[in-house]
C-alpha cells in the first residue's frame, strides 16, 4: 500500500496572481511512514518547531520587524518570540488608528500566519526548509508525482477545464502507472491512496472528479490500483501534506523563478525510468522549453 500526499502551489485561477499552478504527490509506502513522520519530527525539534506547521511560502518570506529588533540574532528563541510580539502588537494599534483598513487586514493575517516561525532568524527558517528537502531527497523509497501548468499557455479542454483539473488528472495518472509497476506479475497487487490538504472548494471538486476516473478512467488510463476517493486531512496537523506542499512550492519557484536551491533536492524523488527519463514531473508548456523538467522528460 502506497500513500500519496497532494498538494498544491499557486493558485488555478486563470490569469490570477501566479503565472503556474502546480499539483505535486510524494508517495510514500505505508510501511515507511514512521521513518518519515519521525525524520520530519526530529528537524522540527532542532529548531524548536515541534507540533507547528511547516508552511513553506510563509517561512520563507522576510519578517520586517526582525531587522528592527536591535541585536535579533543574539537574542534567546524566547526573547526573539517576545520581542517580536511586542513589535507587532504595536504596529496593528498603529494601523488602526491610521484607519488604513485594508493594509490592516493583510498585516493581521501575515502576523497570524507567521507567528509560529518569529523566534527563528530568516537564515534559519531557509535552513530548516533546505533541511526537510534534503531529508525527502534521500528518502529513496519515494516517488514524487506533479503536473506543473504554465497557466499562460493553458488552454482549457472539455476533459480539463481549469489547471487544477488538468493537474489532478495528470497526478492520478501517474500514480496510477508507478501503482502497475510496483504490481509484480503472480505477487499482490499495489495499492494507493491519495491524501490531501482540507480546503471546501478543492475537496468536492476532486471527489467527483476522482469518482468519475473510478467509473471512466482518466484520459490516459483506467484506475485500477487507486482506491477512493482521495482523503481530506487538516494540513496543521499531518506533517506529510506539509512536505507535499514543500515540494510544489520548489516546484513552483523553479517554474517561475529558477530557484534551483530546494527543486534539486525534491527532484531527486521524481518518479522515472531506469534509462534515467523522468516520468512523474510534467511542465505544461510550449515545447523548446530549456528547464532540467522538460530536459529531463525528454533524455
Ligand atoms: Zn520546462
Known sequence: MYLCYLDESGTADLPGNTSHYILAGLSVPI????????????????????????????MMRKYLEQSKITDFDSLTFFERGQAVEQWRRAELLRLQKTGASKLYKVTKKLFKHTAAYVHLTHVQRREFVREVAACVGGWGFARLFAECVDKIHFTPTDAARTPDEEGLEQVVSRFEHYLRAMSSPGQQQAHGLLIHDNNETVSKKHTSLMLKFHQQGTLWTDVKHIMETPLFVNSELTAMVQVADLCSYALRRYCENQETELFDLVYQRADHRSDGKVVGVRHFTPQGCQCKICASRNR
Not at 52 to 58: C, G, I, P, S, V
Open 31 to 58: 510501511w515507511m511512514w514512521r521513518t518519515c513522520d519521525s525524520d520530519i519530527s526530529r528537524i522540527k525539534k532542532k529548531y524548536a518547531l515541534e507540533g507547528r506547521e511547516l508552511h513553506t511560502a510563509w
